[in-house]
């Protein structure tokens, strides 16, 4: 599985736009780039996931340049809410198991401030 | 839909004795990871199921876990004997694989071994 690299924390101000950047240099051809989210005393909660180009939903946008090398997790207009742990994973269905592996990194502590 | 259900959410237990997590997955997914969590370590996969049989247990630290599925909606997560460094955060998360590297999480059960 191809390792990721992430910023251990960063801080904002209400309102304003977060963008965390992942570095997936060792990317593999079948990988998926998959954000996950973390509240204090919670379980990881599924985000977003994306293979190239830009993916939006209701919570956050994800942008990958066409080398995959990276991402770009965006959340727009973060409130108190938002803080949270944020990882980056890579990787997809393990070749011929038939299974489903993540590997968590330590993530981005997002700290947002009124 | 109840989500990921563990028992206990918290668990305080003493050196040498045996500890038992439980957890119920969501109804219809036929994938079950056991994760633990610390802050040295973060968040590492122990092992996961297919339609209750164990695929992967490379991630068990050692022969003092064990983890069963008798059916589709029970499992278990069992050391025996506990030791302090066994004190973590244990989830559980089940997934249906319909959206890839998704995962739903359990609130997750706080063991603390004195």
């Known amino acids: 599985l191809a390792k990721t690299t992430q910023p251990i924390s960063m801080d904002s101000y209400e309102g304003q736009e977060v963008n965390i950047t992942c570095s997936h240099n060792n990317i593999a051809t079948n990988d998926y780039i998959t954000w996950y989210q973390q509240f204090p005393s919670q379980g990881p909660r599924f985000i977003i996931q994306g293979y190239k180009t830009k993916v939006t939903n209701e919570v956050a946008s994800l942008f990958i340049p066409a080398d995959r090398k990276s991402s770009t997790l965006s959340l727009p207009r973060v409130s108190l809410s938002d803080t949270a742990v944020y990882y980056c994973?890579?990787?997809?269905?393990?070749?011929?198991?038939?299974?489903?592996?993540?590997?968590f990194g330590k993530g981005t502590k997002l700290s947002v401030i009124p | 839909d109840a989500g990921v259900i563990q028992s206990p959410r918290h668990e305080v237990t003493e050196m040498g004795q045996e500890v038992t997590l439980r957890c119920k997955p969501i109804s219809g997914h036929d994938y079950l990871f056991w994760y633990r969590q610390t802050m040295m370590r973060g968040l590492e996969l122990l092992i996961y199921f297919n339609n209750n049989v164990p695929i992967d247990d490379s991630g068990m630290p050692e022969d003092r876990f064990s983890a069963k599925m008798p059916n589709a909606s029970f499992s278990t997560l069992k050391i025996q004997p506990s030791e302090p460094r066994d004190s973590a955060v244990y989830f559980c998360?089940?997934?249906?694989?319909?959206?890839?590297?998704?995962?739903?999480f359990g609130p997750g059960t706080r063991l603390t071994v004195l």
């Open positions: 998360a089940s997934t249906s694989g319909r959206v890839r590297n998704e995962q739903f």
């Open positions: 994973l890579v990787g997809d269905r393990i070749p011929g198991a038939g299974s489903y592996q993540l590997t």
